[in-house]
């Protein structure tokens, strides 16, 4: 028998379940797996409901929720991107959302995803480089 105080632990281990589900249709297995490591060090630099902006394994991660738009620049994004896939930093930054949060972002990727191709329809997977401050 589970007491109340359980309640709100089980539903975001259920929650995180289902992202982890949903993740699976947009990317592969082994980056989903990395990014279940990564994820831990991630450092969320704005979450507000509308934009996230992370980073994570010196590369920064952009979810703008309202436009549809994920802005990241790592080489494998890069190639990821034009097949309309995550790499593991955009994976890993989802996961380390509050997992009802990263459920509902994780499902308008997932409702845009084939399922067998993992590819995502509806958002915007934008290329980004770095830039240094000062020039």
């Known amino acids: 028998m589970t007491s109340r ?3 709100p632990r089980d539903q975001e281990v259920q929650a995180l379940g289902q992202v982890l589900e949903l993740l ?3 990317t592969e297995e082994g980056r989903l797996a990395r990014a279940q490591k990564l994820a ?3 450092t969320c630099q704005v979450a507000e ?3 996230i902006i992370a980073a994570v394994a010196n590369y920064n991660v952009v979810v703008d929720v309202e436009n549809r738009r994920i802005q990241h620049g ?3 994004f890069q190639g990821q991107a034009r097949k309309l896939c995550l790499c593991k930093h955009v994976a890993a930054t989802l996961l380390a959302l509050e997992p009802n949060r ?3 972002i994780a499902r308008e ?3 845009g995803a084939q399922p067998v191709s993992g590819v995502v329809a509806a958002w915007r997977l934008e290329v980004i480089t770095r830039f ?3 020039g």
């Open 132 to 134: 240094r401050l000062g």
């Open 5 to 7: 105080t359980d309640e």
């Open 49 to 51: 409901d509308e934009l």
């Open 109 to 111: 990727l997932a409702n």
């Open 24 to 26: 699976a249709e947009c």
């Open 40 to 42: 831990a060090k991630v």
């Open 74 to 76: 790592c080489r494998d």
């Open 102 to 104: 990263a459920l509902l």
